[in-house]
């Protein structure tokens, strides 16, 4: 129903959580190249556990690429300077979610090619960083499924 895109992804046990979660969500997942790790690696097999069978994963050379194959019907990034919480959208199937690298998050230019509401932002304490990138991805996409009645194939 839903797609995640992980742009350059750097931590495998973080990787690893999200193929867990797009195999019990049913969404699929959109590896962009160059990853922080080989999709080989053991971190990343351990915190999928077996899910890997069960998840749709799918590795592109670039974001040009994955969202002309994705071609959503609407793109949000996750970023932690978005103009609205991701709670106030009203999510639908075909929708995709962007999340950028642990450690620098979306390109400026990346963001600034988006209408400013399709950035949405996780609602944090002040001073803070970011929250995990899995746990992101968690908040967003239970969200959206929340909102779509937990239906497992589009309407």
Known sequence: MFDIILLEPEIPPNTGNVIRLAA??????????????????AQLRRAGLDYHAMARVREHPDLATC??????????????????????????????F??????????????????????VRIPMRPGNRSVNLSNAVALVVYEAWRQNDFRTEAP
């Open 98 to 119: 962007l999340f950028g690298r642990e450690t620098t998050g979306l390109p400026a230019a990346v963001t600034a090619a988006l209408p400013a509401d399709a950035v």
């Open 24 to 41: 019990n969500t049913g969404c699929r997942l959109h590896l962009v190249h160059p990853l922080g790790f080989s999709i080989d690696d």
């Open 67 to 96: 969202l002309q194959r994705v071609a959503p019907a609407r793109l949000f990034a996750v970023e932690t300077g978005g103009s609205r919480r991701y709670s106030d959208v009203g999510y639908r199937p075909g929708d995709a």
